[in-house]
């Protein structure tokens, strides 16, 4: 059983939660002590044994739980916010119990990305979820050059002492006028949600931004299908006078565009 705990108000945690952690058997956490306070907060109970379940010990963990779901026990699983999987432990677990035949369901309750999204003001028609971006500066340009012509909403969770860099890194590489919201500490006492245009939204979180981080962001505005020629040309032409060589600007417009970069070399010439 996975099981959603609040994200930030503990009077989000639903009567169902109460009720799992009192009976299941084993509750694994990603944070026991984090767990604890919680479970004081609500005034429950666990009923069963605490085992920890995090990135470190997954591998050994995974096996352990199996081997009890197996033998008829009932495991419930818990992260330290929202639901397991999403960011968190999880993936591994369900994978594992789905190939020993074992029953998989879930509590379903608070969660950062569908929060932010609704209440974020952009389209949620059609969107998608891309978590965490790469650390290091290169390769998280690399993964936004690759985003350039998602057309849905998308939605990150990041640091606050990298959020600055990612907005300068999205207003850079894809539209300074590209829609979006800094939803922060989401159902908590300070929550706050900037709409604006990410080149206004990097220029905000340049003072520095605290908290827990949901970014969500319009997708792009026209299919990479729809550029013309002549606007292919206009891209490379502009990289081409900032010093960059006319392969490695056709390289750099395909990838942010996503047009084919066979496509985009024939339009600049």
């Not at 995090?54 to 033998?71: F, I, K, P, Q, S």
């Not at 006028?177 to 080149?199: D, F």
Request: proline share 5%; hydrophobic share 45%; net charge neutral.
């Amino acid at each position: 059983m996975l099981a959603a705990t609040p994200i930030g108000d503990v009077n989000d945690a639903s009567p169902r939660l109460h009720g799992l952690l009192a009976s299941a058997d084993v509750v694994a956490a990603e944070d026991t002590r984090r767990l604890r306070r919680l479970v004081s907060m609500l005034g429950a109970v666990i009923g069963g044994s605490l085992v920890s379940y995090h990135e470190h010990n997954e591998g050994a963990r995974t096996r352990d739980l199996v081997e009890a779901m197996v033998a008829g026990q009932t495991v419930l699983l818990v992260t330290d916010a929202g639901m397991p999987s999403v960011s968190d432990p999880g993936y591994r677990l369900v994978s594992a119990c789905i190939e020993a035949g074992v029953t998989v369901t879930t509590a379903p309750g608070p969660s950062a990305v569908l929060a932010a999204l609704a209440v974020s003001g952009l389209p949620v028609d059609r969107f998608c979820f891309e978590g965490f971006l790469p650390r290091k500066a290169g390769q998280r340009r690399e993964r936004l050059r690759t985003l350039a012509g998602e057309p849905r909403t998308m939605v990150f969770f990041e640091a606050p002492h990298r959020v600055a860099e990612v907005l300068s890194d999205m207003a850079e590489l894809w539209d300074t006028a590209r829609p979006a919201a800094v939803c922060r500490e989401l159902t908590k006492t300070y929550e706050e949600v900037r709409r604006s245009p990410v080149g206004e939204l990097a220029s905000w979180a340049q003072k520095g931004v605290r908290g827990e981080i949901t970014l969500v962001v319009a997708g792009a505005s026209s299919p990479a299908s729809l550029l013309t020629d002549d606007e292919l040309r206009a891209e490379v032409q502009l990289l081409v006078a900032s010093g960059q060589t006319r392969r490695d600007a056709v390289t750099e417009v395909a990838e942010r565009t996503a047009v084919p970069r066979r496509r985009v070399y024939n339009a600049s010439l």
